[in-house]
């Protein structure tokens, strides 16, 4: 009886394949890059929105309308202060005004404002840091200034280098140099490969451009 409930239980299991372990593994390894390019994280990280400082200042205008509507009913209306209110005189100079000639130019400047307003919403933030890998699955994010900086000082590091100007956006690195009087035809293929040493890890890979000047002893 033991020797068949064996033989039943090596027939119900399922049959394996050599090969197998061999077919999946391209789709373990898939898998594995994809999490870590999902690791390394975005390219940029965006700064402030264009419409954040008037979406601020809407905001205290909010504020400050809410406290004034609270004047009115507390002050004005449970006190009975009806001299002092602030928002029924307003709207009865509103509904006495009658046809003027600058409703015209005010409401094109009010539709203008809209349309700017619009735009500044949907307007993308702009890329302030730029991802730089420091390692595997690791990203740094660093400003522009900073990789003009550190570029800057790679640059003043070569020989024959009296000075270095960086320049840094998203697209090019633009190095400035002023040498000291010599005509030394490989500087700038040194600076060029010093800088781009730097910036070659950076996610935005800008083109590094450098720009020689004379120095006078």
């Keep these: 009886m033991a020797e068949q409930h064996r033989e039943a239980n090596t027939e119900a299991l399922p049959a394996q394949h050599p090969n197998d372990t061999q077919a999946h593994a391209p789709v373990v390894a898939g898998n594995e890059q994809q999490t870590q390019a999902q690791d390394q994280g975005p390219k940029y990280l965006k700064g402030s929105p264009a419409v954040r400082v008037l979406m601020i200042l809407f905001s205290l205008l909010l504020i400050a309308l809410a406290v004034i509507c609270g004047r009115e009913l507390w002050w004005v209306r449970q006190e009975g202060n009806g001299d002092q209110a602030w928002i029924r005189p307003l709207l009865d100079w509103i509904a006495n005004l009658g046809q003027q000639d600058w409703f015209f130019p005010v409401g094109i400047a009010i539709g203008v404002l809209g349309v700017v307003l619009l735009i ?98």
Excluded at 171 to 178: I, L, R, W
Excluded at 186 to 192: D, G, I, K, N, P
Aim: charged content about 30%.
């Design 120 to 217: 500044l919403a949907l307007k993308p933030a702009p890329p302030k840091y730029i991802a730089s890998d420091a390692g595997a699955n690791t990203r740094l994010y660093l400003r522009p200034i900073d990789i003009a900086r550190r570029a800057t000082a790679v640059a003043e590091r070569v020989s024959g280098v009296y000075d270095a100007q960086t320049t840094v956006n998203h697209k090019a690195t633009k190095v400035t140099v002023n040498v000291i009087g010599n005509d030394d035809p490989s500087l700038a293929a040194r600076v060029e490969d010093e800088v781009r040493a730097h910036v070659e890890k950076l996610a935005s890979n800008p083109k590094v451009r450098v720009v020689l000047g004379k120095e006078e002893e």
